[in-house]
T-cell receptor, first 113, second 110 residues
């Protein structure tokens, strides 16, 4: 069966510090991968998605970047965090097929102080 | 662009049925989904329905789709306190990028 992991689960970082959040998927090959941000427990904002290694599409201009160094690894990064980067970050995966369904990881809660 | 709308809150008594409604604008929607998010957790897929169906039942969950009106609903029978969560409606058309609603907070009280 497929599983998706995210770490860390919780992170408190000072403004201006770098960020690296990791997401890995097990049990599937060549998944589509997604990063979302959820602010104040409501609504999902799609940040990045990837259909393959090294292929990253950005949905909104921002202080963040994403990379996909391996087939089942998706990393969200920032060189200098802003206060507005605080939120709940969710990684998701899907596999193209008859039913295109996204499955979500447990999330990382980021607090920038 | 595509839009998905949901009411923000729903309060029900334990044991009653809950009906969470959703409207969408994309007429090319192929799949429609319901997700559940408990506090501090990721989204859990509850069920989905193809756009060529009008109803799907899975235990206590019933999904109704009115494609003409672009209206989707999720009915939870015999609602329990463990059903308290945020419920997200989502639709997907020709791309692999779904559009999510803002979520409906379901509050179940004794």
């Amino acid at each position: 069966s497929q599983t998706i992991h995210q770490w860390p689960a919780t992170l408190v970082q000072p403004v201006g510090s770098p960020l690296s959040l990791e997401c890995t998927v097990e049990g599937t090959s060549n998944p589509n991968l997604y990063w979302y941000r959820q602010a104040a427990g409501r609504g999902l904002q799609l940040l990045f998605y990837s259909v393959g290694i090294g292929q990253i599409s950005s949905e909104v201009p921002q202080n963040l970047s994403a990379s996909r160094p391996q087939d089942r690894q998706f990393i969200l990064s920032s060189k200098k965090l802003l206060l507005s980067d605080s939120g709940f970050y969710l990684c998701a995966w899907s596999v193209s097929g008859p039913v295109e369904t996204q499955y979500f990881g447990p999330g990382t809660r980021l607090l920038v102080l | 662009g595509e839009d998905v709308e949901q009411s923000l809150f729903l309060s029900v008594r334990e044991g009653d049925s809950s009906v969470i409604n959703c409207t969408y604008t994309d007429s090319s929607s192929t799949y429609l989904y319901w997700y559940k998010q408990e506090p501090g957790a990721g989204l859990q897929l509850l069920t989905y329905i193809f756009s060529n169906m009008d109803m799907k039942q899975d235990q206590r969950l019933t999904v109704l789709l009115n494609k003409k009106d672009k209206h989707l609903s999720l009915r939870i029978a015999d609602t329990q306190t463990g059903d308290s969560a945020i419920y997200f409606c989502a639709e997907m058309g020709g791309s692999y990028i779904p559009t999510f609603g803002r979520g409906t907070s379901l509050i179940v009280h004794p």
